[in-house]
């Protein structure tokens, strides 16, 4: 809907009842099977990812997941990743270009956790390692920012050859909230600062940073119009000779 | 007796006299809280008690660290398009301040015998954050030395992410993490210094991505501040939870290395990765 305001999608980014990663995970995907851990010392929950088959052909899904009550935000952690939670995701990326399976990315966060535990087991280091690696991939990646796409704990998972938006998405370098504490000293002047950072799907789209805007699904909703759509993505990018996809995404990021 | 010729003077006497000092003849150490002479610091701006390295300009660092250097891009800064009045405002102010037009100073400078790509950030413009300006010429400075076949040395001075270019700020962490890969795939050497402060956006990429991290004691260095993670979540922090030593401690940094140090230790390091390698042909 492009006559709420930046507040307003804001808002319905972060909607309770939106649909969640696990559901996406769960329309799109058959025979999804679950990995857990990032073989140093942890399986962070905030992060959901697996192998599926995506019209019959294997894919490998990271996302992130909100919690949808209480119990599954503590254990999510509102959706926010430790570093434990990237170095999961990044295995699994790695995992995926070994077996020559493309990589959708799904991003519903307000940023990486900020804890002391996330900073002293290396959560800047942990980003850094999914951005630089992940730029490298051999293979398709794709992104959907879902609902929030906070800071660099959203960038960690958004460094690929395209990256998408639902319509009640938002996506920038820092929360409202987080931006108008820094701007103005002012944590209750969200909606000026909504306004300011240009984070709408719309605004993102006219400033070239993301390729396209997804419509809305809601839980329930039948999603093969998406899963068509991305099988259609993951077919033209595969076309593409291996060096000159990864040349191209590359170059993308070159021309920020 | 001894008491009347050694008068204790009074508290508003002793305030007096402190006021008459200079500001700038005392300072005081915001890590070990102790007082000198500024003159004790000398050249290299260190607290002569922990060793801690007080913030300085790129310009001045340029000149203590390196045998020469000089400077590419120069001209480069804020793009136009960003036309909010106190924005403005603020990078005028820095660039008189620090005597650069964006917050990273670029440039070839020599180690010894040995030419090097150079980056420092600078944390008096706009707390050193990552422009749009800033990671074009870091990205610019990583192509340059790929070209040229060069290490890259790179100091680390940052608050993050530079709020008022949004997005685009955001952007620059893969653009400038696109060209440390190029490079280190050419197989050159890439050696970070973090200095005070390192922190968000710099940390989470091309602080955390060189062959060898070396740190400035005493120096903050972390991706989430303080007070967002006692705002957020509210955990309280202990106190030198994001230091270098704390760091260092759990694994990110190679060494901590003193400012006097830093320019043999660069060499070192330099030379240790430019010698010719009989082992690997």
């Not at chain 1, 992060?47 to 919690?67: A, E, R, S």
């Not at chain 2, 804020?78 to 009045?85: A, F, G, L, S």
Request: net charge neutral; hydrophobic share 35%.
């Amino acid at each position: 809907m492009a006559n709420k305001t930046a507040y307003e999608r804001v808002k319905a980014a972060r909607r309770p009842d939106k649909i969640t990663t696990a559901q996406l995970i769960h329309g799109l995907t058959s025979e999804f099977f679950e990995q857990h851990g990032d073989r140093l010392e942890a399986d962070d929950q905030a992060i959901i990812g697996g192998i599926g088959l995506l019209n019959d052909k294997p894919i490998t899904v990271v996302g992130i997941q909100k919690g949808t009550d209480t119990d599954e935000n503590i254990a999510r952690h509102f959706g926010s990743p430790t570093p434990e939670g990237y170095r999961k995701a990044l295995r699994l990326m790695k995992q995926a270009e070994k077996f020559h399976r493309p990589i959708l990315a799904l991003v519903n966060t307000p940023g990486a956790w900020p804890d002391v535990e996330s900073e002293y087991h290396g959560q800047g280091s942990a980003v850094a390692q999914n951005i630089i690696q992940g730029m490298q991939l051999r293979v398709p990646y794709v992104t959907i920012i879902v609902g929030e796409g906070g800071s660099g704990g959203a960038l960690a998972l958004s460094c690929g050859d395209r990256v998408f938006m639902f319509e009640d998405s938002i996506y920038s370098v820092l929360s409202p909230e987080g931006y108008a504490s820094i701007m103005w000293k002012d944590s209750s002047k969200v909606q000026e600062a909504a306004e300011e950072l240009k984070l709408t799907p719309e605004a993102l789209l006219k400033d070239g940073i993301i390729d396209k805007i997804i419509h809305e699904y809601k839980p329930g909703d039948d999603l093969s119009s998406l899963r068509d759509f991305l099988d259609q993505e993951f077919s033209t990018l595969a076309k593409l000779p291996i060096d000159e996809l990864v040349e191209r995404r590359n170059q993308r990021y070159r021309n920020f | 007796m001894l008491r009347s010729r050694f008068n204790m003077p009074s508290h508003e006497e002793l305030v007096k006299r402190m006021d008459a000092i200079p500001d700038h003849v005392l300072r005081e150490c915001p890590i070990c809280h102790s007082t000198f002479f500024s003159l004790r610091a000398g050249s290299s701006k260190t607290c002569p008690n922990c060793g801690y390295g007080f913030r300085i300009t790129a310009k001045r660092r340029a000149k203590i660290t390196f045998d020469s250097f000089k400077e590419i891009d120069a001209q480069m800064t804020v793009p136009k398009q960003y036309t909010d009045e106190k924005y403005v405002a603020k990078v005028k102010k820095a660039k008189k301040v620090t005597g650069i037009n964006e917050s990273v100073l670029t440039g070839i400078g020599t180690l010894g015998q040995q030419q090097v790509g150079v980056g420092i950030m600078d944390p008096f413009f706009v707390m050193g954050s990552l422009g749009s300006a800033t990671g074009e010429k870091i990205t610019r400075l990583f192509e340059e030395a790929t070209r040229k076949k060069l290490p890259v040395v790179m100091f680390t001075a940052s608050g993050g992410a530079r709020m008022q270019e949004g997005i685009h700020s955001l952007m620059q962490m893969a653009k400038v993490s696109g060209a440390v890969e190029e490079h280190s795939r050419a197989g050159l050497f890439y050696v970070v210094v973090l200095c005070d402060p390192t922190t968000g956006g710099v940390t989470a990429s091309f602080a955390m991505q060189g062959d060898v991290i070396l740190a400035e004691p005493h120096a903050l260095v972390g991706f989430a501040g303080r007070r967002v993670i006692e705002q957020t979540i509210m955990q309280k922090p202990p106190k030198d939870f994001q230091s270098a030593e704390t760091v260092m401690k759990h694994g990110f940094i190679d060494a901590i290395v003193p400012r006097k140090e830093m320019n043999q230790t660069l060499t070192r390091l330099i030379s240790l990765h430019t010698k010719e390698n009989v082992y690997g042909k």
